[in-house]
C-alpha cells in the first residue's frame, strides 16, 4: 500500500523560505516520478512540480518556476520540495503524490504565507 507523509509547513512571512518533505513507502520509490500538489482555500488541486526517478527531469508550474527546487534521496525514499521567496498565493496544504490524477494519499502540509 503507497503511504506518504507530508512535513515542513508552517506560518512564515512573505518572501520567507520553507523546506517541504515527504517520506514515501509501499511502492518501488526509485522508479516512481513524484510530485507536489497544492491545494488552497476555496480552489481544487495544483500541480507544482515533479521529478523523474533519477532526478534528471525536473519541472515546475510557471507560478511558482525560479522560487522552488525539487529534489529527491532514493537511498531514504524521500522528496522535498524547498520554496523560496513565498508569497501570499502560495498559501495551500501541499502534498506529495506518485501520480497527479489521483487524489493524495497524505495528510498533506499546511503552508501559510502571511504578514
Do not use: H
Not at 512573505?14 to 510530485?35: D, E, Q
Not at 518556476?65 to 532514493?74: A, C, L
Not at 501541499?94 to 504578514?115: A, E, I, K, L, N
Amino acid at each position: 500500500e503507497v503511504q506518504v507523509v507530508e512535513s515542513g509547513g508552517g506560518l512564515v512571512q512573505p518572501g520567507g523560505s520553507l523546506r517541504l518533505s515527504c517520506a514515501a513507502s509501499g511502492f518501488t520509490f526509485s522508479r516512481s516520478y513524484m510530485y507536489w500538489v497544492r491545494q488552497a482555500p476555496g480552489k481544487g488541486l495544483e500541480w507544482v512540480s515533479r521529478i523523474s526517478p533519477g532526478s534528471s527531469v525536473r519541472a515546475y508550474a510557471d507560478s511558482v518556476k525560479g522560487r522552488f527546487t525539487i529534489s529527491r534521496d532514493n537511498a531514504k525514499n524521500t522528496v522535498s520540495l524547498q520554496m523560496n521567496s513565498l508569497k501570499t498565493e502560495d498559501t495551500a496544504v501541499y502534498y506529495c503524490v506518485t501520480d497527479p490524477q489521483d487524489p493524495p494519499r497524505g495528510q498533506g502540509t499546511q503552508v501559510t504565507v502571511s504578514s
